[in-house]
């Protein structure tokens, strides 16, 4: 069972969102339906996998148990990272949702192929955006069942 | 082959369901029907018939190319492991999101999944209304909130 966090967080999702005012929104929105969550900021594609990888600044940061992945991103765009997390032992086995304004069905065709969990279309509506969270959370962190931490077994902290 | 409309109003949504116990074939196949009554549900039985199925072999061939799968793991002949490796393997299965539907809540067949590709694991319910809360949980979350990747793709990259 995890520990939770000194903020009594416990679960732990990474967005990958180069938007200011988006990851703004995700949080609100994350706060409301799953106090539970923290989620943890990559403005960029370099940057989530460093955060993954656990290198530099991100020595210590927790493997997700979920990750949130923008496609169009600066440096290192979304489809990269899916691919790079996908092949790659230990991290293939993170959910790994597409969150994108794209409905663009190479988009999708692409994601799937590359082994993303799910692709998931961003609304541009607050409330649609809400409750699209809340979707989120209320499948994948309360019904699905997720993998652990990983072969070393962290706790996160 | 018919091509799919990328339309909010989604066209019927293909279901093969991989089981092979009746009662639970019976009750998946209600509880979606009546979440989604724009579904068309198929089953399988065992994984060999799953994969002649999927790739329109021998009576099946032509067998709806699913949008979604439900995957049971312990199925004779073929096992659900066997029958997601083989989807995942294939460079025109892979893409179908593809969901582990199994009584086993055991953690190492959580691992074993995902490092499998499944899209997802699931615990199948032993109460009926829990049961019945899950599927209208999987129905509203990935037959009507996510994007599934569609036929059109399929129908211009076959044959």
């Not at chain 1, 989530?48 to 991100?58: D, P, Q, S």
């Not at chain 2, 909010?8 to 009546?34: Q, Y």
Request: proline share 6%; with cysteine.
């Amino acid at each position: 069972m995890r520990i939770p966090r000194k903020d009594g967080t416990n679960i732990e999702v990474l967005l990958v969102e180069d938007s200011p005012g988006d990851v703004r929104l995700t949080q609100e929105a994350f706060h409301g339906a799953n106090p539970s969550v923290h989620l943890n900021i990559a403005t960029d594609g370099v940057e989530a996998m460093a955060f993954l990888r656990n290198e530099g600044a991100y020595t210590h940061a927790p493997r997700p148990d979920l990750i949130l992945l923008d496609l169009n991103m600066p440096r290192m765009d979304g489809r990269q990272v899916l691919a790079q997390i996908k092949q790659h032992g230990v991290l293939k086995t993170i959910p790994t949702v597409s969150l994108t304004t794209s409905d663009a069905e190479a988009d999708v065709e692409k994601s799937y192929q590359l082994q993303a969990n799910c692709y998931l279309r961003k609304p541009v509506e607050l409330e649609v955006f809400e409750r699209l969270v809340r979707s989120i959370s209320d499948f994948w962190l309360t019904e699905a069942r997720l993998p652990q931490q990983g072969p070393a077994g962290e706790q996160s902290n | 082959m018919q091509i799919l409309n990328r339309a909010t109003d989604r066209m019927t949504i293909e279901v093969l369901l991989v089981e092979d116990s009746p009662g639970d074939v019976r009750l998946t196949k209600e509880a979606f029907l009546e979440a989604n009554a724009g579904i068309h549900m198929s089953v399988a039985p065992d994984g060999v018939e799953a994969m002649a199925f999927l790739n329109r072999h021998g009576r099946y061939s032509n067998a709806p190319r699913p949008d979604f799968i439900l995957l049971d793991l312990n199925l004779p002949k073929m096992d659900g492991w066997e029958v997601l490796a083989r989807i995942k393997s294939d460079a025109s299965l892979r893409t179908i999101p593809t969901v582990i539907l199994t009584t086993s809540e055991a953690q190492e067949d959580i691992e074993k999944s995902y490092q499998l590709q499944a899209n997802c694991f699931l615990n199948k319910p032993v109460l009926f209304e829990d049961f019945d809360s899950l599927v209208k949980s999987i129905n509203t979350f990935w037959l009507k909130e996510a994007t599934l990747p569609r036929q059109m793709v399929y129908a211009l990259s076959s044959d």
